[in-house]
């Protein structure tokens, strides 16, 4: 799995709250779970599209690493259920 790199679709930006109850920064959080083929040379950057064909550069490059993780699913366990379903079906092929 060294040629995958894990890519999340985000919702949009909501506000977040400051811990002193006043609006902090924006936040934004996974709505799908993509995979993509890695950029040729380049074992962090992503081509131009995911698995299932979206485009990635909208997307945000998460830090799991599947290479990292033996054993373990090609996305972070946390994320199971927001997984892209077309991606999911290419990697296990």
Same mark, same amino acid.
């Not at 924006?26 to 950029?39: D, M, Y």
């Not at 131009?48 to 699913?73: I, L, N, V």
């Given at each position: 799995?060294?040629?995958?790199? !894990?890519?999340?679709?985000?919702?949009? @930006?909501? +506000?977040?709250?400051? *811990? =002193?109850? /006043?609006?902090?920064?924006?936040?934004?959080? !996974?709505?799908?779970?993509?995979?993509? @083929?890695? +950029?040729?040379?380049? *074992? =962090?950057? /992503?081509?131009?599209?995911?698995?299932?064909?979206?485009?990635?550069?909208?997307?945000?490059?998460?830090?799991?690493?599947?290479?990292?993780?033996?054993?373990?699913?090609?996305?972070?366990?946390?994320?199971?259920?927001?997984?892209?379903?077309?991606?999911?079906?290419?990697?296990?092929?």
């Amino acid at each position: 799995m060294s040629g995958i790199v !894990v890519v999340y679709e985000l919702d949009k @930006p909501k +506000a977040a709250r400051a *811990s =002193s109850g /006043t609006q902090g920064g924006e936040e934004q959080s !996974v709505r799908k779970v993509h995979a993509a @083929p890695a +950029a040729p040379g380049m *074992s =962090s950057s /992503t081509g131009p599209r995911t698995f299932c064909g979206k485009d990635t550069f909208a997307m945000r490059t998460a830090s799991w690493r599947p290479a990292e993780h033996p054993g373990a699913p090609w996305y972070s366990p946390q994320y199971a259920s927001v997984v892209c379903p077309d991606c999911d079906a290419v990697i296990e092929t």
